[in-house]
C-alpha cells in the first residue's frame, strides 16, 4: 500500500510540475522576399568603389598648358609713291594775255596831224618765239590810246601793212570805241609757213587816211 500511494504521489507530482511548464513554441520564421535589383545595385556600388579606388591609386594627371609664341609684327611694307611727270606739249597757241614788251610810242605815221597816238603796252608772243612749221597761233597787241582823238568803231579797224604774210587775215575792224586814254587788245591769227626759217609782219592802226601805232612781230620757224 505504501509503496502504491508513493508511486501515485511521484505521478501526481510530475504531472503537476508539466502542467506548470509553459509550452515553447517555436516561432513560425518567413522566407525572405527575394529583390531582382539588388544584383544591379551591388554591381553599380562595386563599380564606383572600383572606380574610386582606381582615381586615388593612379597620379595626377598633368594638363599641359601650350602657350602660343608671340607674334612677330613685321613691318608695312613701303610701297613707293609712284610720282607722276607731266609732259605739257608746247602750245602753239599763246595766251591771249600779252607778254610784255618794251613799250613803244607811236605818234603819227601817214596823217600824223590828226592827233592820232598809241602806246603798245604788251605783246604777245614775244619776238623771236619758235614754232613749228604750219603751226597755228594768235598774236595779240595790248595798245592804249594817248592821242587827242577817240579810235572810232564805225571807222577804225588794224590790218597788214608789211612784211611776211603770215596771217590768216589781213584786217580786223574794232569791235569797240576806245577813248583817250584808255587801252584795248587786238588779236590777230596767225600761222607759221611750212619753210623753216625768221619771219617778221608790221601791222597799223588806220582810221580814215591815218595809219599809226605800227605793231611789230618776228618768229622763228624750225
Given at each position: 500500500m505504501r509503496r502504491s500511494y508513493r508511486l501515485v504521489s511521484i505521478l501526481i507530482a510530475a504531472a503537476?510540475?508539466?502542467?506548470c511548464v509553459p509550452t515553447l513554441k517555436p516561432a513560425s520564421t518567413q522566407a525572405p522576399v527575394f529583390d531582382p535589383n539588388s544584383i544591379n545595385t551591388a554591381i553599380v556600388l562595386t563599380a564606383n568603389a572600383a572606380a574610386t579606388q582606381t582615381a586615388l591609386l593612379m597620379p595626377?594627371?598633368?594638363?599641359?598648358?601650350?602657350?602660343?609664341?608671340?607674334?612677330?609684327?613685321?613691318?608695312?611694307?613701303?610701297?613707293p609713291t609712284p610720282t607722276f611727270i607731266f609732259i605739257l606739249p608746247?602750245?602753239?597757241?599763246?595766251?591771249?594775255?600779252?607778254?610784255?614788251?618794251?613799250?613803244?610810242?607811236?605818234?603819227?605815221?601817214?596823217?600824223?596831224?590828226s592827233g592820232y597816238a598809241c602806246k603798245i603796252l604788251s605783246q604777245s608772243p614775244a619776238n623771236n618765239t619758235t614754232y613749228a612749221p604750219g603751226?597755228?597761233?594768235n598774236?595779240?597787241?595790248?595798245?592804249?590810246?594817248?592821242?587827242?582823238?577817240?579810235?572810232?568803231?564805225?571807222?577804225?579797224?588794224?590790218?597788214?601793212?608789211?612784211?611776211?604774210?603770215?596771217?590768216?587775215?589781213?584786217?580786223?575792224?574794232?569791235?569797240?570805241?576806245?577813248?583817250v586814254g584808255k587801252s584795248t587788245l587786238l588779236l590777230v591769227s596767225m600761222k607759221a609757213p611750212d619753210t623753216p626759217g625768221n619771219y617778221s609782219t608790221t601791222w597799223k592802226i588806220v582810221i580814215g587816211k591815218s595809219k599809226f601805232c605800227p605793231m611789230k612781230l618776228t618768229i622763228t620757224v624750225q
Open positions: 503537476v510540475m508539466l502542467a595626377p594627371t598633368l594638363t599641359p598648358t601650350v602657350t602660343s609664341p608671340p607674334t612677330s609684327t613685321l613691318p608695312p611694307s613701303e610701297t608746247t602750245s602753239t597757241v599763246p595766251s591771249a594775255t600779252p607778254t610784255p614788251e618794251p613799250t613803244q610810242e607811236s605818234s603819227g605815221g601817214s596823217g600824223s596831224d603751226a597755228s597761233f598774236a595779240a597787241w595790248e595798245v592804249k590810246n594817248t592821242g587827242n582823238g577817240k579810235w572810232d568803231a564805225a571807222s577804225a579797224d588794224y590790218r597788214y601793212v608789211s612784211g611776211d604774210k603770215i596771217h590768216q587775215a589781213a584786217i580786223y575792224d574794232f569791235s569797240k570805241s576806245i577813248g
